[in-house]
């Protein structure tokens, strides 16, 4: 919990400002999907909606129906490869006071450019690994949990366990891009000493994730488990608006998390530590 208060005592817009790169693009992307009736919202949005989604994403209201399926790839795209660049920029500047380097300037983007290759290949990971779990819980548990509650209910609780899982997948690899940036920090250092930290501190961090991100779960869970029932019922615009909350909650929290794992790994230092 101290790490998590110093995350938000500690606060810096320069700190957050790379993860706010990464929402901007998720906006644009959703008020251009959102744009469909005017000729360039068809034209880029559009383009974009039926490579993701098919014909479903260029109708109204099946648009808004897979909006949510397209705005999840787009999230996995820009993470991947936007943010192995841009998350590491921004723990280099949240962890310059600890390192006592330059938060700006080549030395900064240098670092964090050195770090980009570790950290794409543990998103590359956590999403293959998260896709492979989405593959085989249909198979198992989410049988047995519809077995036991059928209906709403048994939806709800398989979508939950369903978004634990994949945090503590994304748990497990949080540590790789916080010890990327260090200063003498090498690929073996970074992806294979991080994910082993990530695993032995699994407990404290996956409590951190789900203690920050429990609000963009409450808001996805409808938009992804009844986005029909949002269309029928509501303005089918309300996805959109609802997942736009969450592009904008979601930053701040990633920034959060991010804060707070990289001031739990510099407190669990006991001596300094190389590659």
Not at 212 to 232: E, G, I, N, S, Y
Not at 251 to 272: D, E, K
């Given at each position: 919990?101290?790490?998590?208060?110093?995350?938000?005592?500690?606060?810096?817009?320069?700190?957050?400002?790379?993860?706010?790169?990464?929402?901007?693009?998720?906006?644009?992307?959703?008020?251009?999907?959102?744009?469909?009736?005017?000729?360039?919202?068809?034209?880029?949005?559009?383009?974009?909606?039926?490579?993701?989604?098919?014909?479903?994403?260029?109708?109204?209201?099946?648009?808004?129906?897979?909006?949510?399926?397209?705005?999840?790839?787009?999230?996995?795209?820009?993470?991947?490869?936007?943010?192995?660049?841009?998350?590491?920029?921004?723990?280099?500047?949240?962890?310059?006071?600890?390192?006592?380097?330059?938060?700006?300037?080549?030395?900064?983007?240098?670092?964090?450019?050195?770090?980009?290759?570790?950290?794409?290949?543990?998103?590359?990971?956590?999403?293959?690994?998260?896709?492979?779990?989405?593959?085989?819980?249909?198979l198992g548990p989410n049988r047995w949990i519809h077995a036991f509650l059928p209906g709403t209910?048994?939806?709800?609780?398989?979508?939950?366990?369903?978004?634990?899982?994949?945090?503590?997948?994304?748990?497990?690899?949080?540590?790789?891009?916080?010890?990327?940036?260090?200063?003498?920090?090498?690929?073996?250092?970074?992806?294979?000493?991080?994910?082993?930290?990530?695993?032995?501190?699994?407990?404290?961090?996956?409590?951190?994730?789900?203690?920050?991100?429990?609000?963009?779960?409450?808001l996805l869970a409808p938009v992804q488990l009844r986005p029909l029932l949002l269309v029928r019922?509501?303005?089918?615009?309300?996805?959109?608006?609802?997942?736009?909350?969450?592009?904008?909650?979601?930053?701040?929290?990633?920034?959060?998390?991010?804060?707070?794992?990289?001031?739990?790994?510099?407190?669990?230092?006991?001596?300094?530590?190389?590659?």
């Amino acid at each position: 919990m101290t790490s998590v208060r110093e995350a938000f005592r500690e606060f810096r817009w320069f700190e957050y400002r790379p993860f706010a790169w990464i929402m901007a693009a998720q906006l644009v992307f959703l008020f251009l999907a959102s744009s469909l009736e005017r000729l360039w919202g068809m034209v880029s949005g559009g383009g974009l909606m039926r490579i993701m989604t098919g014909e479903a994403g260029v109708h109204y209201p099946s648009s808004y129906i897979v909006l949510p399926q397209a705005y999840s790839l787009s999230e996995n795209f820009l993470t991947l490869f936007a943010g192995s660049f841009l998350i590491p920029l921004g723990l280099v500047r949240i962890q310059a006071p600890m390192f006592r380097t330059p938060a700006t300037g080549p030395p900064a983007v240098g670092r964090a450019g050195r770090a980009y290759l570790p950290t794409i290949v543990s998103a590359a990971l956590n999403l293959i690994l998260v896709l492979g779990l989405a593959a085989i819980f249909p198979l198992g548990p989410n049988r047995w949990i519809h077995a036991f509650l059928p209906g709403t209910p048994g939806d709800l609780l398989s979508w939950t366990a369903m978004a634990v899982l994949s945090y503590a997948i994304a748990a497990t690899v949080l540590y790789v891009p916080v010890r990327a940036v260090d200063p003498k920090s090498t690929f073996r250092y970074a992806f294979v000493d991080g994910i082993r930290e990530g695993v032995s501190s699994l407990g404290p961090t996956l409590f951190i994730v789900l203690l920050l991100a429990w609000p963009t779960l409450v808001l996805l869970a409808p938009v992804q488990l009844r986005p029909l029932l949002l269309v029928r019922k509501l303005r089918p615009e309300m996805i959109a608006i609802l997942l736009a909350i969450v592009a904008i909650l979601g930053s701040f929290i990633n920034y959060l998390i991010y804060s707070a794992v990289a001031r739990m790994h510099w407190m669990g230092r006991r001596t300094p530590e190389g590659p």
